[in-house]
């Protein structure tokens, strides 16, 4: 039997996902564009489907200054405080 | 244990401990002598290691320490006269016990393997070391070092901070990073434990949020950390400045560059296939580091340059796509050397786009000496090659000479973008044009290592290399 050091870190508790709700009915929905091309595009798209198919209270925009970072918190908080529903969506 | 007064170290076997066992006792019965270490019982050798004692008799207060016999030392210490009447005046000691070959790592383990952390990994005796780590996917694809307690004490041994010391959270998992971690797979990348503090230094210059090692960590571009060493330190560890200097064949240079990588792998979860999704990466995953021949340079260093001192020893990194040699045997002139070294750079990324960042331009000892020969400052390289490096905005329209072009926000800002002259550079100043000097002698090749530095990316950064020998917290 021979012992080793354990080269990996232990990584935080793994997060459960938030829940799902069952209908976008009456709910805020947050479209994010990550800021790649033609990443609006595709949300415009999704926003359109989304007035078409569902009654969601209201639908925020909001972008990420670049797709090359996380995004900053603040955004994050504003998101978090202000919404019931995340699509976070990219094209390339 | 330096507050106990006056301490004696011995062991059985060596004849002057033997000589002196007499006047040691003599000393202990007039209260002079507080302890004697023998290093034939466990504490004593303990001891013995906590102390650093590498000969025995070792007769000591605080920091003072008598090796050996010396009646006129010993009475010295002591303040007791008329020691070790008739013995000689002088006997040299014997090798200690905890210098023993073999039975040196075996102590480490014995008496400081307990202020390790990291989970032990337990092997049967017919498991491969080097398959078990592959199949756990701790590796670069290519065998390892194991690192077992005593190889990773031993690394330990090249810095004077606490194994417990976080050196950084490690994007994109974020996970606090300890410097035993990166003594870890420093052992596995096979570094010498001088490497050490160049590698904390490197760990610490990626995890800048300047740097966004998370961005290069994920994207689907291309990007490796380049370590780039100045200073002293480039002798003292032989890292390789000159012939085949991005090549293979320098301990220190593969070795630290891969330490970097498998800390970017195993802490900071940067699994290739799995959260790093780079379409194509290049061979500098596995490692990439070299020195500045500053030797050979008519300028200040790299480091100089961004306000390090030349006695500094540091490290820079760079998300760095792969080398671009240039090959250029008969420019004699600046003007013309730089003409060639502007068209390999003008194709950087895109050879229309624009307003890049932070790039490394490698120039050979020959050809920086046709530079330094005609009184050519760094600066005045890099304003010529920025000034040379601007194109009119209609030569850098989207769908013409490929699709790519100026963003459409940018476009927006001329009334005729097919017809207008507007100058628009390739990179965003002339400082983001980073140089140093580094191959062989002989041979008029440069290299243009491009970075992944567009507006809001990465960026170079730099942290001085703090070896015990530096002094602080090293």
Not at chain 2, 380 to 407: N, S, T
Not at chain 2, 432 to 457: D, Q
């Amino acid at each position: 039997m021979s012992e080793y050091l354990d080269p990996t870190a232990p990584v935080a508790q793994p997060r459960k996902t938030a829940r799902r709700p069952s209908s976008l009915d009456g709910k805020v929905v947050t479209l994010l564009d990550i800021s790649k091309a033609k990443g609006d595009h595709l949300l415009d798209r999704i926003e359109e489907l989304l007035r078409e198919r569902a009654k969601p209270k209201a639908i925020v925009r909001k972008k990420k200054p670049t797709f090359a970072r996380p995004a900053p918190d603040t955004l994050r908080q504003e998101i978090v405080g202000g919404t019931d529903v995340l699509i976070e969506a990219l094209a390339d | 244990m330096t507050d106990e007064g006056i301490v004696a170290v011995v062991k059985r076997d060596c004849p002057t401990c033997t000589l002196v066992a007499p006047v040691l006792e003599d000393l202990v019965v007039r209260g002079v002598v507080s302890t004697i270490y023998r290093e034939d019982e466990e504490d004593g050798l303990e001891a013995s290691w906590r102390l650093g004692i590498e000969t025995v008799p070792t007769l000591m207060r605080g920091d003072r320490r008598i090796v050996g016999w010396s009646r006129v030392q010993w009475e010295e210490l002591t303040g007791v006269s008329g020691l070790g009447e008739g013995l000689p005046d002088y006997r040299p000691g014997c090798g200690s016990r905890t210098v023993e070959p073999g039975l040196t790592d075996e102590l480490a383990v014995r008496f400081s393997g307990s202020k390790l952390h990291s989970r032990r990994v337990e092997l049967a005796e017919l498991e491969d070391e080097a398959e078990a780590f592959f199949d756990r996917g701790w590796t670069d694809g290519l065998p390892v070092v194991a690192p077992t307690e005593a190889r990773v004490l031993r690394m330990l041994g090249g810095t004077t901070r606490d194994p417990e010391e976080v050196v950084a959270g490690v994007a994109p998992d974020l996970v606090e990073c300890t410097v035993e971690k990166v003594a870890v797979n420093a052992v596995m990348a096979g570094c010498r434990p001088e490497y050490l503090p160049v590698v904390l230094a490197a760990v610490e210059a990626v995890c800048d949020e300047v740097f966004d090692l998370h961005g290069v960590s994920a994207t689907t571009n291309a990007p490796a950390p380049l370590v780039i060493v100045n200073g002293p330190l480039r002798a003292t560890l032989d890292v390789n400045c000159g012939a085949g200097v991005f090549g293979s064949g320098w301990r220190a240079n593969a070795t630290i560059g891969r330490a970097l990588r498998l800390v970017c792998v195993n802490v900071g979860g940067a699994r290739p296939g799995e959260v790093s999704m780079s379409t194509l990466a290049h061979p500098g995953r596995y490692t990439y580091c070299i020195g500045e021949r500053e030797e050979a340079s008519p300028w200040e260093s790299l480091a100089v340059e961004h306000g390090f001192a030349p006695g500094d020893s540091t490290v820079a990194v760079l998300a760095a796509d792969a080398p671009l040699g240039v090959y250029d045997a008969r420019s004699r002139t600046p003007e013309d050397l730089l003409a060639t070294l502007a068209a390999s750079l003008a194709v950087v990324s895109h050879h229309k786009m624009t307003h890049w960042g932070d790039t490394l331009l490698v120039l050979s000892p020959e050809h920086v000496t046709i530079l330094g020969d005609a009184g050519w400052s760094k600066a005045d390289v890099r304003r010529w090659l920025w000034g040379r490096l601007q194109r009119p905005v209609r030569e850098l329209l989207p769908g013409r000479d490929g699709g790519e072009g100026l963003p459409e926000h940018v476009l927006r800002k001329f009334a005729d973008p097919a017809h207008d002259s507007t100058p628009i550079p390739k990179f965003r100043s002339p400082d983001n044009i980073k140089i140093v000097v580094a191959g062989g002698t002989a041979g008029r090749f440069s290299a243009i290592v491009p970075g992944w530095t567009f507006s809001k990316g990465s960026a170079l950064v730099f942290r001085p290399i703090r070896t015990p020998q530096s002094g602080g917290s090293a």
